[in-house]
């Protein structure tokens, strides 16, 4: 057991911190608009790419560096602890990427790749549907063939970034005739047709992080179909693994950096000595910290053992549930300003409410624990 | 970065399973507790595989290994409730290992080492301590004040009642120093800390232990036609269980490591053990008894010896308000200490 870091970790963890201080994001827009948000964080992810920085977990012939996933972890940990912002085409480094490096051909790679990474091109999400949210296989989105070229005609939901995104991942029906899971084709959607519109999807917050895509009728061309028709289920697994490997360090820290600030305001108001404030706070520092040892737990063992342990499964449920609970306790102590609209504090307090919906319901994280870590029985649900 | 154990540390671990898995099958265990009396053949074993001595170094007759081979060896006896006395004497000797000047420790830690005597560690105020786990069997008794100072004293120089605790896998007295003992000659915190490990570790395993039975039972057992762990109201339970297992597991192993190699962490992440490790301990066995039903609150399941464990262990040194009132002193200290001047 050593719970440090190597030396050649260490030196990789500084080079980017030095890297970072060198080369900090331009000031965030105080517009308001979220296309100049937009914009911004593509500066930053081109700056990143310029610097060699934008997916160091991308083989070197994907013009990455090839790290192991510890490094890999160290640089979501660096991105987080720096407070840069994410980077624009996260979707297409984190997901649509690595997805295609197992599934692509090499024309869909060596046409896609370059693209992701210097955020010529963003990538969206198409999963999630009104009707097919944790049962993910009941999509209904159908794919028709028509000569060499597939007709797709459907609702999709949740889909973040949809209106500055050249890509999409969309999973749609192929094959209505067969059990739900092996009806499914993954496709490359272009968004920039007509037959694609967008529409923005306000979220409690105010905000419109996601929008709605309704399909009438999008052309897609046959080269575009990803691991082959009535593959869709397994390349959507695929994309759906790497959804949180990455992002739960850099997650990990900035929640880290919440309570931090948290436990500053309780001094400055002298509630850090108040007992149900110390032992709330001391609480969270548990669950902080515990947090950040499963989840290098996880990755360790899966290097060492080449299979994840039960961690992986636990580390995006507390996660979620201690962001909610940190948000909570922060209102109390931050006071009117946490529930004053505009606020930072009350922008973190709303948003954390979807953490525990996002990327996995803690009900279906709960029921993933039980069968497949515990080896319970499966609740016999309707096909 | 990395959590896994030597081949070394594997072969300790493998070793000690197979052993209690012998020696202490729960039939065994349930006999002896019903009778009051600690498995005084399973004792001897131990000590001449060096068991007691195994954190205690070489040049005072232990093995010299370090905290982490201990927390395996508690994690291991925390699954099987083995009715010997190893954690209090693992505990007498991390104090005057850590915190007794060098003449106290060539008195102690030779027999402590050998489990020629038992020791026990009492927590207390103004000299005495109403519940001292393996306090009737010891030989020497260090007491822990409220305030933090340690005394050492040989048994026979304290007044010792024998009692029975919730617990009767383990013995147990009430026990008084008077003016009898000396200081330890050093600072308690650090054995303190080591002491908060061992305990964290036995809690580790009387979880892990715990949810197995659980998850066996409620895949057996049928209700409505169904395994009762098939419905999310049992199985989103045993999750949670795992969960607490596993974030105590994850705290019990960074201050073990602390122990043997970051002393500089150690108060705070023994304070973090024994928080989580408490709180879990106790949530993960009254899950457990709820999980079991009707047959879960009888004598004749098991699970009540693991319940009655957690709660011994959770108690000594004191359990999750008071772990974790002492992180948020460190975190105002923390706080103070990076404010500008």
Not at chain 2, 68 to 96: D, Q, Y
Not at chain 2, 183 to 191: I, P, Y
Request: hydrophobic share 40%; proline share 4%.
């Amino acid at each position: 057991m050593d719970l440090t870091f190597t030396p050649e970790q260490t030196a990789f963890r500084d080079e980017l911190r030095a890297w970072l201080a060198e080369n900090p994001p331009e000031a965030k827009p105080t517009s308001g608009d979220e296309h100049d948000e937009f914009v911004w964080r593509r500066d930053w992810q081109r700056r990143l790419y310029d610097g060699g920085w934008a997916a160091p977990s991308w083989p070197t012939e994907y013009g990455g560096r090839g790290v192991k996933p510890v490094e890999s972890a160290i640089y979501f940990e660096e991105i987080g602890r720096a407070r840069v912002p994410f980077s624009a085409n996260t979707l297409g480094l984190l997901l649509g990427g690595p997805t295609l490096m197992v599934w692509g051909t090499d024309e869909q790679k060596e046409r896609y790749l370059p693209p992701i990474l210097s955020a010529e091109e963003i990538w969206c999400q198409g999963f999630s549907e009104p009707d097919a949210g944790s049962d993910l296989a009941a999509l209904k989105t159908r794919a028709v063939k028509d000569g060499d070229e597939w007709v797709v005609t459907g609702q999709k939901v949740w889909t973040s970034g949809a209106q500055f995104a050249k890509w999409c991942m969309l999973v749609a029906r192929t094959d209505a005739d067969v059990p739900k899971h092996k009806g499914l084709t993954y496709f490359l959607m272009d968004m920039e047709q007509d037959a694609v519109q967008v529409r923005p999807l306000r979220q409690i917050t105010g905000e419109a992080e996601f929008n709605e895509l309704f399909i009438e009728e999008a052309r897609v061309p046959d080269a575009n179909v990803v691991g082959g028709v009535g593959n869709g289920w397994k390349v959507a697994l695929t994309t759906l693994m790497n959804e949180r490997a990455g992002l739960g360090f850099a997650l990990q820290i900035r929640l880290r950096q919440l309570l931090d600030d948290t436990i500053q305001t309780a001094a400055e108001r002298g509630l850090l000595e108040d007992p149900l404030y110390g032992d709330a706070l001391a609480e969270l520092h548990i669950r902080c910290e515990t947090l950040r040892l499963l989840a290098w737990k996880g990755l360790t063992d899966a290097e060492r053992y080449g299979q994840p342990g039960p961690e992986g499964s636990l580390v995006k449920w507390l996660w979620s549930d201690t962001n909610q609970r940190l948000t909570e306790l922060a209102v109390d102590i931050v006071g009117p300003e946490a529930l004053t609209a505009g606020t930072d504090w009350s922008y973190e307090f709303l948003r954390a409410r979807g953490n525990t919906i996002e990327g996995g319901t803690t009900e279906v994280l709960k029921n993933i624990v039980a069968e497949r870590v515990l080896g319970l029985p499966r609740l016999k649900a309707a096909a | 970065m990395d959590f896994g154990y030597t081949d070394d540390q594997r072969d300790i671990q493998r070793t000690a399973r197979d052993l209690l898995a012998e020696r202490a099958k729960p039939e065994r265990v349930r006999e002896l507790a019903e009778a009051g009396r600690t498995d005084d053949a399973l004792w001897r074993e131990l000590c001449e595989l060096g068991w007691p001595g195994i954190a205690i170094a070489e040049e005072h007759g232990g093995q010299g290994l370090g905290t982490i081979e201990l927390s395996i060896l508690c994690e291991e006896l925390g699954r099987s409730l083995a009715p010997v006395p190893l954690l209090p004497t693992a505990l007498a000797a991390a104090l005057i290992q850590h915190g007794g000047s060098d003449e106290q420790r060539a008195r102690w830690l030779p027999d402590l080492a050998s489990g020629e005597t038992v020791g026990a560690l009492a927590s207390g105020s103004d000299g005495s301590s109403d519940l001292v786990i393996g306090g009737a069997e010891a030989g020497v008794i260090v007491l822990v004040e409220d305030d933090g100072s340690a005394r050492v004293c040989a048994a026979s120089d304290a007044e010792v009642a024998p009692l029975a605790s919730v617990d009767p896998t383990r013995s147990a007295a009430r026990v008084s120093f008077g003016e009898a003992g000396e200081a330890l000659g050093g600072d308690a915190c650090v054995g303190l800390g080591h002491a908060l490990v061992a305990i964290s570790s036995e809690l580790v395993g009387v979880c892990s232990r715990t949810l197995e039975m659980t998850v066996a039972y409620v895949k057996d057992r049928k209700q409505f036609g169904v395994p009762v762990g098939s419905y999310q109201a049992v199985s989103h339970r045993c999750a949670q269980m795992l969960l607490d297992t596993e974030k105590a597991r994850s705290a019990a192993a960074f201050a073990a490591w602390a122990a043997d190699s970051e002393p500089s962490l150690l108060a705070e992440a023994a304070a973090m053990a024994k928080a989580a490790c408490s709180d879990a301990g106790r949530e993960v066995t009254a899950s457990a008894i709820q999980a079991h039903g009707g047959i879960g609150f009888t004598w004749e399941a098991d699970v009540h010896w693991l319940y009655k464990r957690a709660q011994l262990d959770a108690a000594l040194l004191g359990g999750g308000k008071r772990h974790r009132a002492q992180l948020a002193g460190i975190l105002a200290d923390r706080v103070g200490a990076s404010a500008p001047a």
